[in-house]
């Protein structure tokens, strides 16, 4: 049975009101929680960009959901500082955390005034990141000197299991590459063919674990209106790598999309006012194998979507693996 969840979007609502949002999806039957972790939105119409673990602490303690946190270990954050946020809240809460780790976006990276590296650059220190929290999590002190720099570092806490840690990847060549070091894959919603070379990539390389997706949505009453919310909030979301890699601040992306058209909105975001519509699409990610599919609401007010959704969307999956909604 596939896996429906929330996804928290920290870029765009309160840290407040994204924990009300997520319990209401707890109870509207949403079967777990996944959240961004920025330190700036991707538009300075969004406006917020809360410190995701200390949200991550709240809503694992508010529910009883699993929840899971894209993070790029290597520049803002040092691998040992994941190392030890992951194997706390995975010591409190066994069994209901996870990562999803890659590169990095320029936009959050910039802060620390280091060079933002090149892709080989950036992967090859996630690697090295990766490598010292999965020491960490087996009682090791860990020195290394290369592009990540750790002296006799321990973790005193550690999780009788460590958390999943899976790969952040949205190109075939990442998501093969990163078969040999993932618990699982995580990407976000593509053209079906697109998602197809994806998944096919990582399980050919010999990739194990859950396959997660990550899908924008936008539902409002008319499509007109779901339109102009997806165009509204996320029009600065439709640029490809490298350049929403290589971006560096919120008004660079608005500078960016001033070009963008509401029609383009539809190559990155699904955008109907029919419930149905929006359920044949995620029909269709399950047929690709994705495991786990966390739904963006790409509008602020989170409230109509989760009641729309918990009533006419998720049933549909539960009945028809035959669990009681």
């Known amino acids: 049975m596939?896996?429906?969840g929330f996804h928290a979007s920290h870029e765009q609502v309160h840290p407040s009101a994204l924990l009300d949002a997520v319990i209401s999806a707890e109870a509207a039957g949403f079967q777990a929680a996944m959240c961004s972790d920025h330190f700036a939105p991707w538009s300075e119409r969004q406006g917020h960009s809360g410190f995701a673990w200390a949200w991550l602490g709240a809503a694992l303690q508010a529910?009883?959901?699993?929840?899971?946190?894209?993070?790029a270990p290597g520049q803002r954050y040092h691998p040992t500082i994941i190392a030890q946020a992951a194997g706390t809240l995975a010591a409190m809460y066994p069994g209901r955390f996870w990562a999803a780790l890659g590169s990095g976006e320029a936009a959050n990276e910039h802060i620390t005034g280091e060079a933002w590296p090149r892709?080989?650059?950036r992967n090859a220190r996630l690697k090295e990141s990766v490598d010292v929290m999965r020491r960490l999590f087996d009682g090791d002190e860990v020195s290394t000197a290369g592009l990540v720099t750790v002296d006799r570092a321990r973790l005193w806490t550690r999780?009788?299991?460590p958390p999943p840690l899976?790969?952040?990847a949205v190109s075939p060549a990442t998501a093969e590459w990163a078969a040999g070091w993932a618990d699982g894959l995580a990407t976000v919603a593509q053209a079906p063919d697109d998602l197809r070379r994806i998944v096919d990539a990582y399980r050919g390389a010999g990739?194990?674990?859950?396959?997660v997706l990550q899908a924008h949505l936008s539902y409002a009453k008319t499509d007109d209106e779901a339109l102009a919310l997806a165009y509204d909030q996320w029009r600065t979301n439709v640029f490809s790598p490298p350049?929403?890699?290589d971006l560096d601040t919120p008004a660079a992306f608005d500078e960016a999309a001033k070009h963008v058209l509401p029609a383009d909105m539809h190559s990155t975001v699904l955008i109907s006012s029919d419930p149905g519509w929006h359920a044949e699409k995620l029909a269709g990610f399950i047929d690709l194998g994705f495991d786990e599919?966390?739904?963006?609401?790409v509008g602020v007010e989170q409230s109509e979507f989760i009641d729309v959704f918990g009533d006419a969307v998720l049933p549909q999956f539960a009945a028809a693996a035959g669990v009681t909604a």
């Open 166 to 168: 899976l790969a952040a």
């Open 119 to 121: 892709k080989d650059v």
């Open 159 to 161: 999780p009788e299991t």
């Open 207 to 211: 990739g194990k674990g859950p396959l």
């Open 63 to 71: 529910t009883s959901l699993r929840l899971g946190v894209v993070n």
């Open 243 to 245: 350049v929403c890699w």
């Open 293 to 297: 599919i966390y739904l963006h609401h």
């Open 2 to 4: 596939t896996v429906i």
